[in-house]
C-alpha cells in the first residue's frame, strides 16, 4: 500500500539516523525509542561506517535477555537484570557513565525515560545531551532544506511522518530548551518535559 522508493519517503530514515548520529558525543551512548529510531541507525552504522563510535541502545530491548547480553559482552555496559524499562535504562546510564561514555537520548525517547538519567540535559540536533557536552551536530541547514522542501502533508506514509516529526527538532538552536514546557508541538515531538 505504501512506497518508500519515492521522494520525500525514501530519504527521512537515512536523514534522521545521520542526525541522531551526528548529535551524539564522541564515544557515546544513544539511548532510542524504538524501531523507526533502531532499524535506520543499524543500518547507517553497519552498512554505510557511520559512527561507530556510537553504542546504540533500544531501550524497549533491554526488556531481552539477549540485548542485555550483547551491551555487556560488546561494550561492559551492564543495564542489570530484568525489571520495569525505565529501571534498567537508569542502570544502563550509569554503567555508562562509570566506564567514562557520555550519554544521549533521542528526541524520540520519552522524558519520562529520559529523566532517570538526570535533568541536566541541554538539546544537540535529534538528541539530548548532558550539559556541558560539546554539540557537534551540524546538519541543521541541510534539515531545514529538506523540511522546506518536503512539508508533511506531503508524505504518504503515516511511519515516515511520525519519523519527521523529531526532525524538527534539530531546527532548534543549540542551546538550552527549557525542560517545563506548555503542551504544544515542541513538548510533542521534541520531548522537551
Same mark, same amino acid.
Given at each position: 500500500?505504501? !512506497?518508500?522508493?519515492?521522494?520525500?519517503?525514501?530519504?527521512?530514515?537515512?536523514?534522521?539516523?545521520? *542526525?541522531?548520529?551526528?548529535?551524539?558525543?564522541?564515544?557515546?551512548?544513544?539511548?532510542?525509542? *524504538?524501531? !523507526?529510531?533502531?532499524?535506520?541507525?543499524?543500518?547507517?552504522?553497519?552498512?554505510?561506517?557511520?559512527?561507530?563510535?556510537?553504542?546504540?541502545?533500544?531501550?524497549?530491548?533491554?526488556?531481552?535477555?539477549?540485548?542485555?547480553?550483547?551491551?555487556?559482552?560488546?561494550?561492559?555496559?551492564?543495564?542489570?537484570?530484568?525489571?520495569?524499562?525505565?529501571?534498567?535504562?537508569?542502570?544502563?546510564?550509569?554503567?555508562?557513565?562509570?566506564?567514562?561514555?557520555?550519554?544521549?537520548?533521542?528526541?524520540?525517547?520519552?522524558?519520562?525515560?529520559?529523566?532517570?538519567?538526570?535533568?541536566?540535559?541541554?538539546?544537540?540536533?535529534?538528541?539530548?545531551?548532558?550539559?556541558?557536552?560539546?554539540? *557537534?551536530?551540524?546538519?541543521?541547514?541541510?534539515?531545514?532544506?529538506?523540511?522546506?522542501?518536503?512539508?508533511? *502533508?506531503?508524505? @504518504?506514509?503515516?511511519?515516515?511522518?511520525?519519523?519527521?516529526?523529531?526532525?524538527?527538532?534539530? @531546527?532548534?538552536?543549540?542551546?538550552?530548551?527549557?525542560?517545563?514546557?506548555?503542551?504544544?508541538?515542541?513538548?510533542?515531538?521534541? !520531548?522537551?518535559?
Amino acid at each position: 500500500a505504501m !512506497n518508500r522508493r519515492r521522494e520525500p519517503d525514501a530519504s527521512t530514515a537515512a536523514l534522521v539516523a545521520q *542526525g541522531l548520529l551526528t548529535s551524539a558525543p564522541p564515544d557515546g551512548v544513544l539511548i532510542v525509542w *524504538g524501531d !523507526n529510531d533502531t532499524y535506520p541507525l543499524w543500518q547507517a552504522q553497519l552498512a554505510l561506517g557511520t559512527r561507530r563510535d556510537v553504542l546504540v541502545v533500544t531501550s524497549p530491548l533491554l526488556g531481552a535477555d539477549w540485548s542485555r547480553a550483547e551491551l555487556l559482552r560488546r561494550a561492559r555496559i551492564d543495564p542489570g537484570p530484568l525489571r520495569p524499562e525505565r529501571a534498567m535504562v537508569a542502570a544502563t546510564v550509569a554503567s555508562a557513565r562509570a566506564a567514562g561514555r557520555p550519554v544521549a537520548f533521542a528526541v524520540t525517547v520519552p522524558a519520562a525515560v529520559r529523566s532517570v538519567g538526570g535533568d541536566d540535559w541541554q538539546l544537540c540536533g535529534l538528541a539530548w545531551i548532558g550539559r556541558g557536552e560539546r554539540c *557537534g551536530f551540524a546538519d541543521s541547514a541541510r534539515v531545514a532544506r529538506f523540511l522546506v522542501a518536503h512539508p508533511p *502533508g506531503r508524505f @504518504t506514509e503515516t511511519t515516515v511522518r511520525a519519523m519527521l516529526r523529531p526532525l524538527r527538532c534539530a @531546527t532548534l538552536p543549540r542551546g538550552t530548551v527549557p525542560i517545563a514546557v506548555a503542551g504544544d508541538s515542541l513538548a510533542q515531538s521534541c !520531548n522537551a518535559r
